[in-house]
């Protein structure tokens, strides 16, 4: 069975200083794994997705991600923290089957960020 | 521009009233999702499609309803039968055969009962 784990339900660094959000799956399968932000009351924005090409993967805002198949984990990093980042950031597996549509989500990090 | 589209983006409800949130997209996916939001608890899936004339129930079904009788279009009926409706409902869509595809998402609805 596919599963998401976001270890930390809520995170609160420094403006400046490096972001870190854990994110651990489990998957039958090769995955295809996406983190999304959410803003209050707003929709999910796709930050990056890793598909089976390179391990670290770019995306938007400064922020990347390293796939570590060992480790089964898919963490999120930004090197320095800007108070826009404040928001709730989750992670997905895409994978085949399963009751969920192909998309399981995990619970959520919400991100604070102090000046 | 493609993308999906939810309205109203705030909505409220009397007790024992129907109310139907809409969802609409133009990026010819073939799957939509229905989402509950609530502070602390994530994202839930209320019901899913993956081809027209065709859904499932997800993990919290029991006071919805919904249709899919157009691939742009999947709507949510709240009834009166959900006893706790007010939360953040989020519609989304993708390739159900893509998995190196993202999902896309609507910018939400807020439903409040009076």
């Known amino acids: 069975a596919q599963s998401v784990t976001q270890l930390d339900s809520h995170v609160s660094v420094s403006e400046g200083t490096p972001v870190l959000l854990r994110c651990n799956y489990s998957?039958?399968?090769?995955?295809?794994l996406f983190w999304y932000v959410q803003h209050p009351n707003k929709g999910l924005q796709l930050l990056l997705k890793y598909t089976s090409a390179a391990t670290l993967v770019k995306g938007i805002n400064g922020f990347e991600a390293e796939f570590k198949k060992s480790e089964t984990s898919f963490h999120l990093t930004k090197p320095s923290a800007h108070m826009s980042d404040a928001a709730e950031y989750f992670c997905?597996?895409?994978?085949?089957?399963?009751?969920?549509?192909?998309?399981?989500f995990g619970k959520g990090t919400k991100l604070s960020v102090k000046p | 521009d493609g993308g999906i589209t939810q309205s109203p983006k705030y909505l409220f409800r009397k007790e024992g009233q129907n109310v139907t949130l809409s969802c609409e997209q133009n990026?010819?996916?073939?799957?939509m999702y229905w989402y509950r939001q609530d502070p602390g608890q994530g994202l839930r899936l209320i019901y899913y499609?993956?081809?027209?004339?065709?859904?499932q129930k997800g993990d919290i079904a029991e006071g919805y309803s919904v249709s899919r009788e157009k691939k742009e279009s999947f709507p949510l009926t709240v009834t009166s039968a959900q006893k706790n409706p007010t939360a953040f409902y989020l519609c989304?869509?993708?390739?159900?055969?893509?998995?190196?595809?993202?999902?896309?998402f609507g910018q939400g609805t807020r439903l409040t009962v009076v």
């Open positions: 997905v597996v895409r994978s085949y089957g399963g009751s969920q549509g192909n998309l399981i």
């Open positions: 989304a869509s993708n390739s159900p055969g893509q998995l190196n595809t993202e999902a896309f």
């Open positions: 998957s039958s399968y090769s995955p295809s």
């Open positions: 990026l010819n996916h073939d799957a």
């Open positions: 499609s993956q081809i027209v004339n065709d859904f």
